[in-house]
Nanobody, 121 residues
Framework: QVQLVESGGGLVQAGGSLRLSCAASRSIFSFNVMGWYRQAPGKQRELVAL???????NYADSVKGRFTISRDNAKNTVYLQMNSLKPEDTAIYSC???????????????WGQGTQVTVSS
């Protein structure tokens, strides 16, 4: 079991930046992959970015070149640096880690409570 707590969301103008943090209650070293998801009102949840334990990253096309995911195993924390924010980035952002034997983003995986990001035009 692990508890994930996100922070860093808020209200920002278009073009601005935010840095989200996801703090885990225990070591994240054992998680081969961790990710950030987001869900906007009336839309399905989507994968924004993921990072493997070796450092390889993947991003949704909509955020490539603007968002950067990173992990600090020593601090048990995963980050999402968001630059050049757009109104369409407005959503609840949630951190995710896979449960043993399951993949990222499944109903049995570990989710944080989410943090609201609102980008004004």
């Amino acid at each position: 079991q692990v508890q994930l707590v996100e922070s860093g969301g808020g209200l920002v103008q278009a073009g601005g930046s935010l840095r989200l943090s996801c703090a885990a209650s225990r070591s994240i070293f054992s998680f081969n992959v961790m990710g950030w998801y987001r869900q906007a009102p009336g839309k399905q949840r989507e994968l924004v970015a993921l990072i493997y334990s070796g450092g390889t990253t993947n991003y949704a096309d909509s955020v490539k070149g603007r968002f950067t995911i990173s992990r600090d195993n020593a601090k048990n924390t995963v980050y999402l640096q968001m630059n050049s924010l757009k109104p369409e980035d407005t959503a609840i952002y949630s951190c995710n880690a896979p449960a043993p034997g399951h993949g990222l983003g499944t109903s049995v995986s570990y989710w944080g409570q989410g943090t609201q990001v609102t980008v004004s035009s």
